[in-house]
């Protein structure tokens, strides 16, 4: 689904427990004026109120609300998306404390909420890793003069270029350049997919970014300490790049092949990204070949390798998870020489239960021994000299 380009996962050494939050002010934030006191509660009352589910929270923007929850993949809120991937909200603010530093009117009934999420007092082995983040988000009146929160994304994109080439629309950040030449190559790469898997293309946006700053700010972040350089969000059929780039085909694999049709039963990362890598290459910049080479090399270093390591991540680089998306791609070309397009649509359709009983089934002999087939195949693939 994904892209990350750093991933930091710390063990937060803390119970949760039942309690409200209160989020602290800095000076900046003047509480005795009405409309700032009443925006400080109604993000008071969010965080309150289960800002980690998937639901219709009844202090966001009701309109805005249904539109992210069609799917129901995602949170409202799209800093939420990565805020709660690995801890529920109440272990995450019992750690990292959040304190408001602005609430300022920035428009006609427009405010902004910018919150710094830190750990007082963090052990030594954490320092690096406080604050994780400044959130922004907008609070806005509704027709009956109510706050409610909105994402940053509408508002602070309504006066940028925008492109439309077939079924692409670019959204382009002023310090971006669209170039229409990619663009075209872009639609080919997507046309030339969508007819060797027999896939539908929908339409969707994408957005031209100069840096992984500029992303995060249109996921309601001031600053990330886990930043993303490109993302697909399906659901909402959107693609990201933060490397300026209007093609970007390992991002349109993702968002070509379908979701699946509950929406909960995706096919594990190995496959999904190794779909991506095997089609389009790692990353932006470098081809399956290349990575594929490097990976043969890191093989040839190690003693024992499992599948299982490298789908739990016990074994990866230390700042990419081109081991685990090569592996993927190796499976993914390895059965489609066997079975082609349809083998290649039943591992995309396996799920995390029926995973291995899947590859049993596609390559026709017992786990330990395809494991031990595909290890083999990326180890002599670079030969030693
Ligand atoms: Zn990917």
Same mark, same amino acid.
């Given at each position: 689904m994904k892209k990350l380009i750093f991933l930091i996962l710390i063990f937060l050494n803390v119970s949760s427990y039942s309690q409200t939050i209160i989020p602290d002010i800095s000076a900046r934030v003047d509480t005795s004026k009405t409309a700032i006191k009443q925006v400080y509660?109604?993000?008071?009352?969010?965080?309150? %109120?289960?800002?980690? %589910?998937? #639901?219709?929270?009844?202090?966001?923007?009701?309109? /805005? &609300?249904k539109q992210y929850l069609k799917g129901k993949v995602f949170r409202i809120d799209r800093s939420a998306i990565q805020m709660f991937s690995y801890y529920d909200s109440k272990t995450y603010f019992s750690y990292y404390k959040p304190k408001i530093l602005q609430i300022d009117s920035i428009?006609?009934?427009?405010y902004q909420i910018k919150t710094i999420f830190a750990k007082e007092c963090p052990d030594t082995d954490y320092k690096t890793f406080t604050p994780d983040c400044i959130t922004k988000l907008y609070a806005v009146r509704d027709d009956k003069g109510l706050f409610k929160l909105e994402n940053v994304i509408s508002y602070d994109t309504r006066n940028w270029k925008t492109f439309k080439f077939k079924f692409i629309t670019y959204k382009v950040h002023p310090n971006s350049v669209f170039n229409k030449k990619e663009a075209v190559k872009a639609s080919s790469f997507c046309e030339k997919i969508s007819k060797q898997f027999n896939i539908t293309i929908e339409p969707f946006t994408y957005y031209i970014l100069p840096n992984s700053d500029e992303m995060g700010k249109l996921y309601n972040y001031e600053y990330w300490l886990s930043y993303l350089g490109g993302q697909t969000l399906?659901?909402?059929?959107?693609? #990201?790049? $933060? #490397?300026?780039? &209007?093609s970007y085909p390992h991002e349109f694999v993702h968002l070509l092949f379908p979701l699946p049709k509950d929406n909960i039963s995706f096919c594990p990362m190995i496959i999904n990204e190794g779909l991506a890598t095997w089609l389009a290459g790692p990353s932006m910049t470098e081809t399956f070949e290349h &990575?594929? $080479?490097e990976t043969s090399k890191t093989f040839q270093?190690? /003693?024992?390798?499992?599948? /299982?390591?490298?789908? $739990?991540?016990?074994?990866?680089n230390e700042f990419d998870n081109s081991i685990l998306y090569v592996t993927g791609g190796v499976i993914c070309k390895l059965v489609y020489e066997k079975h082609g397009v349809e083998g290649i649509w039943e591992l995309y359709n396996s799920t995390d239960k029926?995973?291995?009983?899947?590859?049993e089934k596609l390559f026709g002999v017992p786990y330990d021994n395809l494991e031990k087939y595909?290890? /083999? #195949?990326?180890r002599d693939f670079e030969k030693p000299n």
């Amino acid at each position: 689904m994904k892209k990350l380009i750093f991933l930091i996962l710390i063990f937060l050494n803390v119970s949760s427990y039942s309690q409200t939050i209160i989020p602290d002010i800095s000076a900046r934030v003047d509480t005795s004026k009405t409309a700032i006191k009443q925006v400080y509660n109604l993000y008071k009352n969010y965080l309150n %109120s289960r800002p980690d %589910s998937i #639901y219709h929270n009844p202090n966001w923007n009701t309109k /805005e &609300a249904k539109q992210y929850l069609k799917g129901k993949v995602f949170r409202i809120d799209r800093s939420a998306i990565q805020m709660f991937s690995y801890y529920d909200s109440k272990t995450y603010f019992s750690y990292y404390k959040p304190k408001i530093l602005q609430i300022d009117s920035i428009g006609s009934n427009r405010y902004q909420i910018k919150t710094i999420f830190a750990k007082e007092c963090p052990d030594t082995d954490y320092k690096t890793f406080t604050p994780d983040c400044i959130t922004k988000l907008y609070a806005v009146r509704d027709d009956k003069g109510l706050f409610k929160l909105e994402n940053v994304i509408s508002y602070d994109t309504r006066n940028w270029k925008t492109f439309k080439f077939k079924f692409i629309t670019y959204k382009v950040h002023p310090n971006s350049v669209f170039n229409k030449k990619e663009a075209v190559k872009a639609s080919s790469f997507c046309e030339k997919i969508s007819k060797q898997f027999n896939i539908t293309i929908e339409p969707f946006t994408y957005y031209i970014l100069p840096n992984s700053d500029e992303m995060g700010k249109l996921y309601n972040y001031e600053y990330w300490l886990s930043y993303l350089g490109g993302q697909t969000l399906n659901p909402f059929k959107e693609i #990201y790049t $933060t #490397y300026g780039n &209007a093609s970007y085909p390992h991002e349109f694999v993702h968002l070509l092949f379908p979701l699946p049709k509950d929406n909960i039963s995706f096919c594990p990362m190995i496959i999904n990204e190794g779909l991506a890598t095997w089609l389009a290459g790692p990353s932006m910049t470098e081809t399956f070949e290349h &990575a594929l $080479t490097e990976t043969s090399k890191t093989f040839q270093s190690k /003693e024992k390798i499992s599948l /299982e390591d490298i789908m $739990t991540f016990k074994l990866r680089n230390e700042f990419d998870n081109s081991i685990l998306y090569v592996t993927g791609g190796v499976i993914c070309k390895l059965v489609y020489e066997k079975h082609g397009v349809e083998g290649i649509w039943e591992l995309y359709n396996s799920t995390d239960k029926n995973f291995k009983f899947v590859l049993e089934k596609l390559f026709g002999v017992p786990y330990d021994n395809l494991e031990k087939y595909v290890i /083999e #195949y990326i180890r002599d693939f670079e030969k030693p000299n």
